[in-house]
């Protein structure tokens, strides 16, 4: 078994937070998004597993390397501009000799992958595709599956009235090697728009498996910010936040102690000034937070500096954002660098 991650898009719906970072490697506290989704490919066996990549590659490469340091084998297939979701995968096909996993670059789970791989046996399928359940399919793909679980019809983004059923495309799919063979080399070629709708009028046995594990596309602001929260949270079972004890700050005695809750997870590297308080937040390394500011429901990326009494909720600060005393943030996306003078409000 192979695997392949599809990590090129340029994660237009999560700027700013991806104008300097690709979205495959903006940080789930604190570890590069990638992260998890290796880690499920590890437990279920996998370990030859190639990137194709077109934006920023190089910031992603430097991170995982040829995996060795995780006991991976990680090969790279780079576009030089964005071939599409299968043009990416005819792209990696020297990498891709036997039955490949294939997964979207941008879905947090937790699922089995042995289990959808035993299944796309079971069926003897030539392409299986996970589905899960949401409440409002119309950012996703639809998809429509018969009683034994055949795909009967795939719709991307469907408009209100094209809305049939909740099942939409998890992005993880497993596929035969000679599915490649429905796709020309070096030309744009969509998964959805084009190689779904081919293989079911060409009559392949194309398979749905549906999940009931954790699911989530970070692809947006709103869902990054769930994304932690979910995690620090325990939503996301058999993975653990990230929690390293803080180094000390300040000395014994000092008057107003600091306050962090026990969902928080904050990096050892931060500065927590006296009578801060930390609450259900994710701070990256390098974070200062000065005296009496408060932090609630944020995701803090390494470097941001909170200046003193500033009250910080429901907010992305990027990477090295300062933010001035007093000012009051609330429902904020801030892109790295950003600085807010002081007693702003947003
Ligand atoms: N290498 C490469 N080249 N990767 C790409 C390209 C490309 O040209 N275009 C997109 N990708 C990667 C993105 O980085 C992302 O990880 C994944 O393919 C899916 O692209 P998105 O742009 O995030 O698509 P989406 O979220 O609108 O829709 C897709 O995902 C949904 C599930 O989250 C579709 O597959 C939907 O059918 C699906 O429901
Ligand atoms: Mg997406």
Redesign the pocket.
């Known amino acids: 078994m192979q695997a392949l991650i599809?990590?090129?898009?340029e994660?237009t719906r999560l700027r700013p937070l991806t104008i300097y970072t690709p979205?495959?490697v903006v940080p789930i506290v604190n570890r590069p998004f990638l992260y998890y989704q290796l880690e499920l490919l590890k437990r279920a066996g996998i370990k030859e597993i190639t990137l194709?990549?077109?934006y920023q590659p190089n910031k992603i490469a430097d991170i995982f390397g040829d995996g060795d340091e995780n006991g991976l084998k990680i090969h790279y297939a780079v576009?030089a501009s964005?071939?599409?979701?299968a043009?990416?995968y005819k792209n990696a096909q020297e990498h891709l000799t036997q039955t490949a996993v294939v997964f979207?670059?941008?879905?947090l789970t937790n699922i089995n992958i042995a289990d959808v791989i035993a299944h796309h046996r079971e069926k003897n399928a030539a392409a299986t595709i996970v589905l899960t359940p949401v409440e409002n399919p119309s950012?996703?793909?639809l998809v429509e599956t018969e009683s034994d679980g055949r795909v009967r019809r795939f719709l991307?983004k469907p408009k209100p009235e094209e809305i049939t059923c909740n099942t939409?495309?998890?992005?993880i799919y497993v596929l035969e090697p000679h599915i490649l063979n429905y796709i020309p080399a070096n030309e744009k070629f969509s998964?959805?728009y084009q190689l779904f709708p081919a293989l079911l009028a060409n009559n392949e046995p194309f398979f749905a498996y549906t999940m009931s594990e954790y699911w989530l596309?970070i692809?947006t602001p709103q869902r990054y910010l769930q994304a932690n929260d979910d995690l620090i949270n325990g939503r996301i079972k058999s993975f653990d936040a990230d929690r390293k004890p803080l180094n000390s700050n300040g000395s014994p005695g000092e008057s107003e102690p600091v306050k962090i809750d026990a969902r928080s997870a904050i990096d050892p590297t931060c500065s927590i000034k006296p009578g801060a308080e930390i609450t259900n937040s994710v701070l990256g390394a390098n974070c200062v937070v000065e005296e009496r500011a408060k932090i609630e429901n944020c995701v803090l990326l390494s470097g941001a500096r909170i200046g003193k009494a500033a009250e910080i909720r429901n907010s992305i600060i990027g990477k090295s954002a300062i933010i001035g005393r007093n000012s009051k943030v609330d429902g904020a996306t801030l892109g790295d660098k950003s600085s807010l003078t002081d007693y702003t409000i947003i």
């Open positions: 599809l990590a090129g898009g994660g979205k495959p194709s990549l077109s576009e964005p071939l599409g979701t043009g990416a979207n670059g941008d879905i950012a996703y793909g991307e939409i495309n998890a992005g998964f959805e596309d692809g």
